[in-house]
C-alpha cells in the first residue's frame, strides 16, 4: 500500500545535506611516489561518512599505460589487514569497502562516485608501467551528513569519562543522520524502525531535529503492505520503497515513536494524520492473541526481533512489547479525543496485563517466562 499523500509529506520534510571537506592528518603523502607493488596509508583523523577524491600525477616519463588502483577503506586500521576474498560471513560481501579502479589519463583528478563510512583509506598500485612513478595530491573526503553541529547541545557535566563517551556518542549519531536516520552509514544505510525509535531519543536530547523524525514516520506511515502492516525498514533509492521485512514488535514500534515525538513537538497535525497507521497496527497485533490475550508463541507468531538470537523465544517479550504500545496508543487516543477507541484499548491493555501474570509470571523465580512448554506447565 502506497499513501501518496504521506509520502509527499515525507519527500518534502526530506533535508538538505551539509557537506565539509577533511583532507589526511599526519602524513607528507604528496612526497611519496609510488611504483608496482608499492602502497600508501592516509588517515582522516576521524570517522568520515562521504566521498572521495584526488589528484593522480606523475614522475618521469610520460605514463604510457594505466594506473591499476586498490583503494581499501577501513574504519579501524587493524581492517587494513584483512583479506576481504577470505571473508565467509552471513553479511553480503559486497558490503566490504574496497575499489579496483583503472586511471587512463595521467594526471588528473578522480572522483569516486560511492559514498563510504571509514577514517583510513589504503591505495595499492597493482600495476603500472616501468616508464613512470605516481603520487596524489589534495586528496579530500567530502563528508556529509543532515546533522547540524552549530545547533548541537552541550552535554552539561564535568566528569571527563561522561564528556568523552558523550563525544563517541554524538559522532556515530551525526554520522547516521543522513536523508533519513540510517542504521548505520557503512552496511545496510537505509531506515530501520528499531533503529529510528532509538536514533530519536538521541536526537532529541542533542541535535533536536524533529523533522527528521517525523520524515521517518511519514515515510513508514506512507509505506505499508497490502493489509496495512508497518515494514521493518526503509529504502529511499531509486524511489521511496518499503522491505519486504515485517516484524512484530517493529510494527508496534510506529505507536511509540509517534507519542515520543508528540511530547518533543506538540505537533497534533501528525498524531492526527498517523493514528489510523497506529490504530492499524495494534489491529493487527491483537490477531496474535490466543483465547487468554497471551501472544502466540515464537514458532506461529512471526519474526518478533527483541535479540539477534534466533534461538531464543520471543513470546513473553512480544506479550510486553505489545503492552508497550497499547500504552502508547492510549495516551494518544487520548491526544486525538478518540473516546471509543481509548476505552476499547484501556480494556485491552487491562485483559493482556492481567493474562501476562497469569500466565507467564514465575512467581517463584520471580520473573516473567517465555514459550508454549512453561505456559502449559502454569495451566
Not at 111 to 127: G, Q
Not at 353 to 378: C, H, M, Q, R
Request: one cysteine or more; charged letters at 25%.
Amino acid at each position: 500500500m502506497r499513501d501518496e499523500k504521506l509520502l509527499k509529506k515525507a519527500i518534502s520534510l526530506m533535508p538538505k545535506l551539509i557537506y565539509k571537506n577533511v583532507s589526511p592528518v599526519g602524513t607528507d603523502y604528496q612526497t611519496k611516489q609510488l611504483k608496482k607493488g608499492d602502497s600508501i596509508v592516509l588517515d582522516f583523523g576521524d570517522h568520515q561518512v562521504g566521498r572521495l577524491a584526488f589528484d593522480l600525477k606523475a614522475k618521469g616519463s610520460h605514463p604510457d599505460a594505466p594506473a591499476y588502483l586498490r583503494l581499501h577503506f577501513a574504519e579501524r586500521e587493524i581492517e587494513l589487514t584483512e583479506n576481504p576474498k577470505e571473508y565467509n560471513g552471513w553479511v553480503c560481501a559486497s558490503w566490504i569497502e574496497e575499489e579496483y579502479i583503472h586511471v587512463d589519463v595521467i594526471p588528473s583528478t578522480v572522483k569516486l562516485p560511492r559514498r563510504y563510512a571509514f577514517r583510513y583509506v589504503k591505495i595499492e598500485v597493482l600495476d603500472i608501467s616501468d616508464k613512470y612513478k605516481i603520487y596524489f595530491d589534495n586528496v579530500v573526503c567530502t563528508s556529509e551528513s543532515s546533522a547540524d553541529d552549530t545547533k548541537l547541545v552541550a552535554l552539561n557535566t564535568t566528569n571527563e569519562l561522561h564528556k568523552s563517551l558523550d563525544k563517541v556518542a554524538i559522532k556515530t549519531l551525526h554520522d547516521c543522520m543522513q536523508l533519513v536516520f540510517e542504521d548505520g552509514p557503512k552496511r545496510d544505510r537505509r531506515l530501520w524502525i528499531g533503529d529510528l525509535r532509538m536514533q530519536a531519543l538521541a536526537n532529541y536530547e542533542t541535535y533536536r531535529n524533529y523533522e527528521l523524525v517525523k520524515e521517518g514516520l511519514y515515510l513508514f506511515g506512507a509505506l505499508t503492505n497490502d493489509e496495512g502492516r508497518v515494514g521493518a525498514c526503509i529504502f529511499l533509492e531509486p524511489e521511496p520503497e518499503v522491505d519486504d521485512t515485517f516484524m512484530f514488535d517493529y510494527s508496534l514500534f510506529f505507536i511509540n515513536i509517534l507519542l515520543d515525538y508528540y511530547r518533543k513537538t506538540a505537533d497534533l497535525q501528525a498524531v492526527k494524520d498517523l493514528w489510523h497507521v497506529c490504530k492499524r497496527q495494534i489491529e493487527l497485533a491483537m490477531n496474535n492473541l490466543d483465547d487468554n490475550y497471551v501472544v502466540a508463541d515464537s514458532d506461529k507468531l512471526g519474526w518478533c526481533f527483541v535479540d539477534w538470537n534466533l534461538g531464543l523465544n520471543k513470546q513473553g517479550s512480544a506479550q510486553g512489547i505489545l503492552l508497550y504500545a497499547l500504552e502508547a496508543a492510549i495516551e494518544l487516543a487520548q491526544i486525538v479525543e478518540d473516546v471509543l477507541v481509548e476505552e476499547e484499548y484501556a480494556q485491552y491493555y487491562l485483559q493482556i496485563k492481567t493474562s501476562a501474570n497469569k500466565f507467564l509470571f514465575d512467581s517463584e523465580n520471580g520473573v516473567y517466562i517465555s514459550g508454549s512448554i512453561t505456559i502449559i506447565l502454569k495451566h
